[in-house]
């Protein structure tokens, strides 16, 4: 009798860890669906104020590279397009080229720092910072409108060798790694379209 009350309770117990965990896979599930669908929709926010056409279309994600180095991976492009009620098409009979739009995770100095930056005609058009957990002093200066430190990259050239160890760029003041893994992000973004040029 003891024996199976003890059974009886086992299997209680066994069923209620199951129904536990159910309910705690469900809720991650649930909970990371609406954070990656935040994300996205924040980040498609952030694209439209970098993009220079007041109307356009976006493409798809293309990845470039992943790169070994310690900050910069996972690289993307995406290409913008006019769009008008009446399609711009340009001599060679393809839609008119909006802005490049290019996505690049950097390691600052708490976690990977995700980077959108906006090319029109080879030239940096606006940088913006999609995703960060730096702290909240080195927060202030990646945020586009309470600093200047991201305007500092509008209009340099992508096409010419791009480092800081050439080029007068500030630092953000204490927060040097977090500098440098931006710096070195674009470097890379440099790098693809000399080799782009190149081919």
């Known amino acids: 009798m003891n024996r199976l009350k003890a059974l009886a309770l086992s299997l209680k117990i066994a069923i209620l860890v199951i129904l536990v965990l159910l309910t705690i896979s469900f809720i991650e599930r649930y909970f990371h669906d609406k954070i990656i669908k935040s994300k996205t929709d ?39 397009y006019e769009n008008s009620k009446t399609p711009i098409i340009s001599s060679d009979n393809k839609k008119v080229l909006c802005s490049e739009v290019w996505r690049i995770d950097s390691f600052g100095y708490s976690d990977w720092i995700t980077i959108l930056l ?26 586009k409108n309470r600093s200047d430190w991201l305007n500092q990259f509008e209009d340099i050239s992508l096409n010419e060798e791009f480092s800081y160890r050439n080029q007068l760029f500030d630092s953000m003041t204490g927060a040097t790694i977090t500098s440098d893994a931006i710096i070195e992000a674009l470097e890379e973004v440099s790098n693809i379209k000399i080799m782009e040029i190149e081919k």
């Open 118 to 143: 906006s090319i029109t005609n080879d030239k940096i058009h606006m940088l913006d910072i999609a995703y960060h957990l730096e702290s909240p002093g080195i927060a202030y200066g990646l945020n």
């Open 42 to 80: 924040f980040e498609i926010s952030k694209i439209t104020t970098l993009i220079p056409c007041t109307n356009f279309t976006m493409g798809e994600w293309v990845p470039l590279h992943q790169y070994d180095k310690r900050n910069t991976q996972n690289i993307e492009k995406m290409l913008t």
